[in-house]
Nanobody, 121 residues
Framework: VQLVETGGQLVQTGDSLRLTCASS????????MAWFRQAPGNDREFVAS????????DYADSVKGRFTISRDNAREMVFLQMNSLKPEDTALYYC???????????????WGQGTQVTVSS
C-alpha cells in the first residue's frame, strides 16, 4: 500500500492551498484517512481526519475553521483544503490511514512520504 501526497508548495500568509493524497492500491474501504504534520524539531502532530463514511471529521484546534478535510472514496483520494495559511502552518504534511475512527499518531496503519508546505510571512 502506498499513499502519495501532492500539492505542497511555498505560499504567502493568508493564501490557500489544497493537498491531495492518493492510494496506489484498492484499500480505502473501512479506513479512516487523516493528515498529520511535522515541523523541524517538533513531534508529528494530528491535523485532521475523516472516517470511512465521512460522517465523522476531527480537527486540531489550531486549524479549526481554516482547514477542511474531505474524501472521495470512489477515487480513493483524500484532500486537505487549507485557507488563511499562517507561517506556523509550515511543516511536512503526511497522509495517513487508520482502522480506528479516532485517528492518533500511534494507531496509523499506513503513512505517506509527505509533502512540504511553507508559508512565508
Amino acid at each position: 500500500v502506498q499513499l502519495v501526497e501532492t500539492g505542497g508548495q511555498l505560499v504567502q500568509t493568508g493564501d490557500s492551498l489544497r493537498l491531495t493524497c492518493a492510494s496506489s492500491y484498492h484499500f480505502f474501504s473501512g479506513y479512516s484517512m487523516a493528515w498529520f504534520r511535522q515541523a523541524p524539531g517538533n513531534d508529528r502532530e494530528f491535523v485532521a481526519s475523516a472516517s470511512w463514511s465521512g460522517g465523522r471529521t476531527d480537527y486540531a484546534d489550531s486549524v479549526k475553521g481554516r482547514f477542511t478535510i474531505s474524501r472521495d472514496n470512489a477515487r480513493e483520494m483524500v484532500f486537505l483544503q487549507m485557507n488563511s495559511l499562517k507561517p506556523e502552518d509550515t511543516a511536512l504534511y503526511y497522509c495517513a490511514a487508520s482502522l480506528s475512527e479516532e485517528v492518533t499518531v500511534t494507531n496509523v496503519n499506513y503513512w505517506g512520504q509527505g509533502t512540504q508546505v511553507t508559508v512565508s510571512s
